[in-house]
């Protein structure tokens, strides 16, 4: 099958031509910005009829309609062209943040996508590897990307186009009342109603016709072959017969300006306006990526005019306890939950006297994801599974996981690291090195990451959602007499920070992001030479820490603060509980990767007794147990908040007062 995926060019014509061996004459030397649209890679089927003998889970280790191995590898060598054919335009030095990705929200899509970014991406550069020690030497062939999708799935008019639409129906209706589609159904009248005797569904449009094609072609792909209804021969007749239909309705179902409009519109519309970027001198991308689905790159294709009238490809585009961890008894454990702030980042915002605030300094990007950062959340994705490994089983599989990201680059990287360190892909079966050239395919595998779309009313990993009645309860908090006691007393540590930073510092939240850039700073050994001396600075982190830890501690000390910025994650763990309670689970851990204003107001919406800022890689493990002699459900909560990547163990969190939760 061919390796294909849509690539979108915008050019500035000049006299010159680097044609790569491979795709002669591809001349990129005047190319302003690339963008693809692909497919996602193989897939098991995503239904089965009701006589079909391969419709047990068994035979799809990877889950009902999720990316199979094959699919893993075949995007992955997508992205290694892409870097192959556009390396003068990519450059030696590449870099993530040159890079915009979208995908659907579906595992598969997501997955594939990922497969790609590791071979377009790998950390070449020294100061992409985030392998700190030697144990990580994962660190030196993958790094996480930030990938975007939107909630929910059927609102996504970019790389979806499932919304059901009256206009589409209508149009779609007219479409099938052709003569001469009308005419093919009569002409394959007999064969469809032979197969739905031998496959027990019912096959009468060439849509339905299609859907077998894909299901039978899927199976015979993987060797699964109807021996009791057919021979090999008659089965591979039938499936070339149904080929027809399949094509028919990758012909028709776009056949239609309105459906074009309304079916490629989004995804055309988007690709437009990052072009418009370049032209208004307003990009900061080389490569946009948006990856989704056949019937998407169809409705594009079909809207673009560039359809050649075939159906895109894949690709188209006991006691339990550990050695480290005593007494930790998961022996009755039954879900698991995480919630994480993200790794390492510099600094998002400077004084205007910052001697370090220019980009050089920060290599990532400001407020990005460092090496380091990476380094730390795979750690604790090595923890995790070392810890948890009783209850995540040795056989595990990336379909028991649910993964859910602020939109934010840092936070989408963080827990891609974390799952790259918990679930290696140990078993044959989830490894995608199908030949000896994708050797990472041995030691990492794709994770689909859910975001929400627009971040600011994401009310699960992110808590910045305007509200005047927390902006009121606030003002009331920080007009208690100890606060503006505490401010008064530190009126002159504020004034001296003023005048030496060129920052405003009048109140506690000041002083509190001041600490951030400075703290940052000096763990990059970037001290400010010419204003303080290394002690003096440390004197004055000290100082500004007591505000820092100040405002932790007030900034939720209300109800109804609590209740409207930690209630909507805290809602979401709660229904997480309730699946297992109810018997309607089918995962074994939910990770959510969030900043560490989140993971503040998650703990005190929960009344746990800690004041102190969460560090970066801060994670509260939430694990629901069942007594093995009443039934009984209870939870126990734990939280890691060491400052240290591999020392030190989660401490038992206590609930305090129940009664105000």
């Known amino acids: 099958m061919r390796l294909i995926a849509i690539i979108f060019s915008l050019y500035v014509f000049v006299s010159a031509c680097y044609a790569s061996k491979r795709w002669p004459n591809h001349d990129i030397s005047t190319l302003k910005l690339l963008q693809l649209v692909h497919r996602h890679g193989e897939r098991a089927p995503t239904s089965f009829p009701d006589n079909d003998p391969y419709k047990d889970t068994k035979y799809w280790v990877e889950g009902v309609g999720e990316l199979t191995t094959k699919g ?175 094509q028919m309705q990758w012909r028709y179902d776009w056949d239609s300006p309105v459906i074009q409009r309304l079916r490629g519109g989004g995804l055309t519309k988007e690709l437009n306006a990052n072009y418009q970027k370049v032209v208004d001198n307003r990009n900061d991308r080389k490569l946009y990526v948006y990856s989704t689905h056949d019937a998407v790159v169809a409705a594009l294709m079909k809207a673009l005019n560039i359809s050649d009238g075939k159906a895109p490809p894949f690709g188209f585009g006991a006691s339990n306890a550990s050695k480290r961890w005593p007494d930790h008894d998961i022996s009755t454990l039954k879900l698991l939950q995480l919630v994480h702030r993200h790794g390492e980042r510099p ?133 208690r007499p100890e606060l503006k006691k505490f401010v008064e007393d530190n009126k002159e540590l504020y004034a001296n920070m003023t005048k030496a930073t060129g920052w405003a510092i009048s109140t506690i939240a000041d002083a509190s992001t001041l600490y951030d850039t400075l703290k940052i700073e000096s763990d990059h050994n970037y001290f400010w ?50 699946k297992v309670v109810n018997k309607s689970n089918e995962k074994k851990l939910y990770v959510y990767s969030t900043h560490d204003t989140t993971v503040a107001a998650l703990i005190n919406a929960m009344n746990f007794p800690n004041h102190v800022f969460p560090p970066f890689g801060a994670t509260l ?22 400052t240290t990547i591999n020392e030190g163990i989660p401490h038992a969190l206590s609930w305090g007062d129940c009664a105000n939760l």
């Not at 005797?197 to 109807?226: M, P, Q, R």
């Not at 004084?351 to 990476?374: C, F, M, R």
């Not at 395919?441 to 509200?467: A, R, S």
């Not at 600075?537 to 820092?548: A, C, F, G, K």
Request: charged residues 30%.
């Open 347 to 479: 600094p998002y915002a400077f004084p205007p006297k910052d001697t370090y605030s220019a980009s050089k300094y920060w290599v990532e990007g400001v407020g990005e994801l460092t090496t380091k950062g990476k380094y730390r959340l795979y750690k604790l994705g090595e923890f995790i599974r070392q810890e948890y490994n009783d209850y995540l089983g040795d056989k595990y599989s990336p379909r028991e996981v649910y993964v859910r990201s602020s939109i934010t680059d840092r936070c989408i990287e963080s827990t891609s690291s974390l799952l790259a360190g918990a679930y290696p892909p140990k078993q044959p079966e989830w490894q995608w090195n199908k030949g000896e050239d994708a050797k990472l395919g041995l030691v990492w595998q794709p994770f689909p990451i859910q975001t929400f779309m627009p971040h600011e009313d994401d009310l699960v990993c992110n808590q910045d959602k305007e509200c005047p009645i927390v902006d009121k309860e606030k003002a009331k908090i920080y007009e």
């Open 72 to 246: 893993k590898y075949r995007l992955y060598k997508l992205g290694e062209f892409i870097r192959q054919e556009y390396s003068d335009y990519l450059g030696d030095k590449y870099s993530p943040r040159e890079v915009y990705v979208r995908s659907s929200i579906t595992d598969r899509c997501i997955e594939s996508t990922s497969s790609l970014l590791a071979g377009a991406y790998p950390p070449k550069q020294p100061d992409w590897q985030w392998n700190n020690g030697t144990d990580a030497k994962l660190g030196l062939v993958w790094q996480p990307f930030p990938i975007e999708t939107f909630m929910p799935h059927s609102d996504d008019l970019v790389c979806n186009e499932g919304k059901p639409c009256a206009a589409v129906n209508n149009e779609m209706t007219k479409i099938y009342n052709r003569p001469e589609l009308k005419e093919f159904v009569e002409k394959n009248k007999q064969l469809y109603e032979n197969v739905s005797k031998i496959v027990g569904k019912h096959i009468k449009s060439i849509g339905s016709a299609a859907s077998l094609y894909d299901i039978l072609k899927i199976e015979t792909d993987h060797n699964y072959f109807w021996n009791h209804s057919w021979t090999k021969e008659e089965e591979t007749r039938v499936i070339n017969e149904l080929y027809n239909s399949w």
């Open 529 to 578: 030479n010419s204003t303080w001396t290394k002690e003096e600075e440390q004197h004055i982190l000290d100082q500004l820490l007591v505000s820092r830890n100040t405002e932790f501690k007030y900034d939720w000390d209300s109800p109804i603060i609590k209740r409207l910025r930690g209630g909507g994650l805290a809602k979401e763990l709660t229904k997480n509980f309730n």
């Open 621 to 642: 493990l939430l694990e629901l147990h069942q007594n093995n002699k009443t039934n009984d459900y209870f939870v126990r909560a734990f939280y890691q908040n060491e």
